[in-house]
């Protein structure tokens, strides 16, 4: 032992030490509360106008709700819960991938996810598959993309920077995918299939059921809690490879598992919503910028960031014209020229 | 403790690099290595520390080979110290001290309250602990070398490995890093170092080794390995070695 803790008691430490807890605590139940707040103005808006009295009688006895509750219960909960569920698991993927790469342009699509996620939707659409076959297809896709990138990089790998290899295969794999969406468009029905494989690839929320959210949750609850548990990892990997090792970090195991997990959230995402993008990439710098680089408050508030921004923007989606916006639009409308916002107050680039 | 290089052989692909280098180093002694750029100081560095495996040879802590150890274990006994560099992120300065702590926590771990006492002693011992809350990426770079010693410091590894701890430094902060690295070698710490300038070696070293080309050119006291003809050898320029008072040395390198 060369560095012997200092004795406890000595309380000027603990007190400065507490104060720390508060400092990074505090900025996190704001963000709760704004959670809960977009929880709550999610449930109100709507064309469907819903009184809170009614709310309450709806929620005591669901089996007398009426019209009120099919709305509530059957519509909106379910659409509420699915974009939580995307938003943040998206950023908390896209967070946790800005970390392992070291890169905060980095977002969940950099290693094909979308894309392979993107043709597999549209390959089921185009072999007239149901809903969940058209789920099934896209999530078995996406991971495949993953897959395949992380197989060809690792043959790649041998010699050289791994992470530099798996982004540069990542998007080649990605745009191979991007081809093969095209060529499905290409050959789909233009009066059926055609229109429907554009809408899914736009992204939206409009036809979310509660199966969907059934559908999505395990996967993402899977790619969700090891990404919170290894969040100091998350730390540690960002300032690379070697020096992660030599701080004895097992970067090898802990590289996969990371993105085994943010695959496996934006697969889920991606299968059930279509493609939504920008989330990834920005909710994670405006929680970086909210609550600084530690991955420890980083990731949870990502998390709680996300799931509100996707409740808004669907929100918005659903209010602003009387036919419904498709989610992907908004999200890029709102997403990029957002991101250049931040940039330009910032004035210090990615931080 | 003794940290043994025994035979050591590595390099990347097909190419060796580093050939039949043995060196020793216990307790309270500062090694010094130097070379020119390319001898293979580096990549010894990143054998010796388990990042590149290596091609023949072994390294031994008190006798027992490090080759089987798990990544954490060698973390607890090597600690590096790699040149002042800008990470991507704006990470505090204590945040970054408190990285050394991953070899001691579980694999879903975050560092503790003990934890961060060790951090703030680290930096309290290199007289850094005032920029605990300073952006890691907005100090300067004598700072940041000073930063990423206490971090291996609270690493709590029996040596450190320290590459260039003076490259990019001005020469205040230069001479800073070297008393810093003296006063852990009275820790009993063993300090492995690799220096471009042969007049640290004589400020800070017990020891030095020299190395040309992968291979150990000499090794011994820095007064019988830091000679004119030795340095010329190394580095292919002439220099002459002059004693400006009793037990202290420096180099004077021939300008025609």
């Known amino acids: 032992m060369l560095v012997e803790?200092?004795?406890?008691?000595?309380?000027?430490?603990?007190?400065?030490?507490?104060?720390?807890?508060?400092?990074?605590?505090?900025?996190?139940?704001?963000?709760?509360?704004?959670?809960?707040?977009?929880?709550?103005?999610?449930?109100?808006?709507?064309?469907?106008?819903?009184p809170l009295a009614t709310w309450w009688r709806v929620l005591v006895a669901p089996?007398?709700?009426?019209?009120?509750?099919?709305?509530?219960?059957?519509?909106?909960?379910?659409?509420?819960?699915?974009?939580?569920?995307?938003?943040?698991?998206?950023?908390?993927?896209?967070?946790?991938?800005?970390?392992?790469?070291?890169?905060?342009?980095?977002?969940?699509?950099?290693?094909?996810?979308?894309?392979?996620?993107?043709?597999g939707a549209a390959a089921g659409i185009l072999l007239g598959f149901?809903?969940?076959?058209?789920?099934?297809?896209?999530?078995?896709?996406?991971?495949?993309?993953?897959?395949?990138?992380?197989?060809?990089?690792?043959?790649?790998?041998?010699?050289?920077?791994?992470?530099?290899?798996?982004?540069?295969?990542?998007?080649?794999?990605?745009?191979?995918f991007t081809a093969l969406v095209s060529l499905t468009k290409y050959?789909?029905?233009?009066?059926?299939?055609?229109?429907?494989?554009?809408?899914?690839?736009m992204g939206s929320l409009a036809a979310i059921h509660v199966r969907d959210v059934e559908f999505a949750l395990a996967p993402m609850l899977v790619g969700l809690v090891p990404l919170v548990l290894l969040r100091w990892n998350l730390n540690v990997l960002s300032f690379g490879e070697e020096?992660?090792?030599?701080?004895?970090?097992?970067?090898?195991?802990?590289?996969?598992?990371?993105?085994?997990?943010?695959?496996?959230?934006?697969?889920?995402?991606?299968?059930?919503?279509?493609?939504?993008?920008?989330?990834?990439?920005?909710?994670?710098?405006?929680?970086?910028?909210?609550?600084?680089?530690?991955?420890?408050?980083?990731?949870?508030?990502?998390?709680?960031?996300?799931?509100?921004?996707?409740?808004?923007?669907?929100?918005?989606?659903?209010?602003?014209?009387?036919?419904?916006?498709?989610?992907?639009?908004?999200?890029?409308?709102?997403?990029?020229?957002?991101?250049?916002?931040?940039?330009?107050?910032?004035?210090?680039?990615?931080? | 403790m003794r940290l043994e290089i025994e035979r050591a052989g590595c390099g990347y692909g097909g190419k060796p690099v580093v050939e039949d280098v043995s060196l020793s180093l216990d307790s309270g002694d500062v090694l010094c290595l130097l070379g020119a750029n390319g001898s293979g100081k580096t990549t010894l560095f990143k054998a010796i520390l388990g990042l590149l495996r290596l091609r023949g040879g072994r390294i031994l802590v008190d006798g027992a080979d490090t080759a089987s150890w798990?990544?954490?274990?060698?973390?607890?006994?090597?600690?590096?110290?790699?040149?002042?560099?800008?990470?991507?992120?704006?990470?505090?300065?204590r945040d970054v001290v408190l990285m050394a702590r991953t070899a001691h926590l579980g694999i879903f771990g975050s560092p503790s309250h003990r934890d961060a006492a060790i951090a703030e002693d680290a930096m309290e011992a290199l007289g850094v602990s005032h920029l605990a809350r300073a952006r890691y990426t907005e100090i300067s770079g004598g700072e940041r070398q000073?930063?990423?010693?206490?971090?291996?410091?609270?690493?709590?590894?029996?040596f450190l490995i320290m590459d260039e701890p003076t490259s990019n430094l001005d020469f205040g902060n230069q001479v800073r890093v070297l008393r810093r690295i003296k006063e852990l070698a009275g820790r009993k710490l063993g300090l492995l170092m690799t220096t471009h300038f042969p007049d640290h070696a004589f400020l800070c070293a017990s020891r030095v080794a020299v190395l040309k080309a992968g291979k150990l050119l000499a090794m011994g006291r820095p007064e019988e390995v830091i000679t004119g003809g030795q340095l010329e050898g190394a580095y292919g320029v002439s220099v002459r070695v002059v004693e400006v008072e009793a037990g202290l040395r420096v180099c004077v390198p021939g300008m025609s």
């Not at chain 1, 050959?187 to 690839?201: E, G, M, Q, R």
């Open chain 2, 146 to 158: 000073l930063v990423l010693i206490a971090r291996a410091l609270a690493q709590q590894s029996e």
């Open chain 1, 63 to 119: 089996e007398r709700g009426g019209i009120a509750g099919i709305v509530l219960l059957q519509v909106r909960l379910p659409r509420i819960l699915a974009g939580v569920l995307i938003g943040a698991g998206l950023a908390t993927s896209g967070a946790a991938y800005q970390g392992l790469f070291r890169n905060p342009m980095v977002s969940p699509d950099i290693l094909g996810a979308s894309a392979g996620a993107g043709f």
């Open chain 1, 187 to 201: 050959v789909a029905d233009p009066y059926s299939k055609l229109p429907a494989i554009t809408f899914w690839l």
């Open chain 2, 70 to 93: 798990p990544q954490r274990r060698l973390a607890r006994t090597l600690a590096y110290v790699p040149q002042a560099h800008t990470p991507p992120f704006p990470f505090a300065v």
């Open chain 1, 5 to 50: 803790p200092r004795p406890a008691g000595c309380a000027e430490i603990l007190e400065e030490r507490r104060t720390h807890a508060r400092r990074a605590g505090a900025p996190l139940i704001i963000l709760g509360f704004g959670f809960l707040a977009a929880v709550w103005c999610s449930l109100m808006v709507g064309r469907y106008d819903v």
């Open chain 1, 243 to 351: 020096e992660a090792r030599a701080l004895g970090a097992a970067t090898g195991k802990l590289r996969w598992i990371i993105i085994f997990c943010a695959t496996l959230l934006t697969v889920s995402a991606v299968s059930v919503a279509g493609m939504v993008g920008w989330v990834g990439l920005v909710i994670p710098h405006l929680a970086r910028m909210i609550v600084g680089p530690d991955y420890r408050v980083l990731l949870p508030a990502s998390l709680l960031l996300g799931g509100t921004y996707m409740l808004l923007v669907d929100d918005l989606a659903r209010s602003i014209l009387s036919t419904e916006i498709p989610l992907g639009i908004l999200t890029s409308l709102v997403g990029a020229p957002f991101f250049l916002y931040l940039l330009m107050r910032t004035q210090r680039g990615w931080t």
């Open chain 1, 130 to 176: 149901g809903i969940v076959g058209i789920e099934c297809m896209s999530f078995a896709f996406g991971l495949a993309a993953v897959l395949l990138t992380c197989a060809a990089a690792g043959r790649l790998a041998r010699s050289g920077d791994p992470i530099l290899t798996l982004v540069l295969v990542g998007i080649l794999v990605g745009s191979i």
